[in-house]
């Protein structure tokens, strides 16, 4: 398996890697800092760079659904590099950071909307939650609500606890139809101090701070229990 570098620290920009695995379904590496598409997160872009400084673009990465492996995938007509090369791979730095900054607002949001998630996705500059209620919603007082708890910058930290403790505590899951990443034995808790503490795998800030203003872009009933708040950056 993988070592997933990412999960530890989202600010690693690159790693020294060796391939394990090369073949028309992507490029499998024995550690890595890309991450892989999950709970609404698009999967990193960037590149990997062998010793000779042959750049090869990495245009997704995913997860294997038969083998699980973490796959970096490549233009179908690059050469991929061989099984055993050493390599850097390299993330676009710029894209990851925007990502940990629309994912760490869509933690914001949940604490400012106190209700059942049944749906989201993140982009490059945009989130979305959909919300198990039928209260109407004000785009300027959430968008005020944001940018309020976004100013005051909450520290971010993570945890990790067993399957078993999740299952006793099932008050931390805030998405309905989603369940969090489990069944490896134990399961990440991101906590934003003060604002929001819940399990989740992908990439954030440091602080709530580092989101930057953000603005609520659209608001929409989806159906008679379910309100989708839509989020961009303010810039």
């Not at 000779?52 to 490549?74: C, F, Q, W, Y």
């Not at 969090?180 to 990439?203: I, N, Y």
């Amino acid at each position: 398996m993988t070592e997933e570098l990412f999960r530890e620290d989202g600010y690693l920009r690159e790693c020294t890697a060796e391939v394990l695995r090369s073949d028309g379904r992507g490029v499998v590496l024995d550690r890595t800092v890309f991450y892989c598409m999950g709970g609404g997160q698009p999967g990193d872009t960037g590149k990997l760079v062998d010793a000779g400084g042959r750049e090869m673009a990495v245009l997704d990465t995913r997860k294997d659904e038969a083998s699980g492996d973490i796959l970096h995938l490549l233009d179908e007509h690059a050469e991929a590099p061989a099984v055993g090369t050493q390599i850097t791979a390299r993330i676009d730095w710029d894209r990851r950071h925007r990502l940990m900054r629309m994912h760490s607002c869509m933690h914001v949001l949940c604490a400012v909307i106190p209700h059942g998630v049944t749906g989201g996705s993140i982009s490059d500059g945009r989130g979305r939650l959909d919300f198990d209620m039928q209260e109407t919603l004000d785009k300027q007082q959430v968008t005020e609500a944001l940018n309020r708890i976004i100013a005051e910058d909450h520290p971010m930290s993570m945890r990790w606890i067993t399957d078993a403790e999740l299952a006793g505590n099932l008050e931390l899951v805030r998405t309905m139809s989603v369940q969090p990443p489990s069944g490896s034995g134990h399961v990440r808790l991101v906590h934003f101090e003060g604002v929001d503490l819940q399990p989740c795998g992908g990439t954030h800030v440091a602080s709530t701070g580092e989101i930057g203003p953000v603005r609520v872009d659209k608001i929409e009933k989806k159906g008679k229990h379910n309100r989708r708040v839509a989020v961009v950056f303010a810039e």
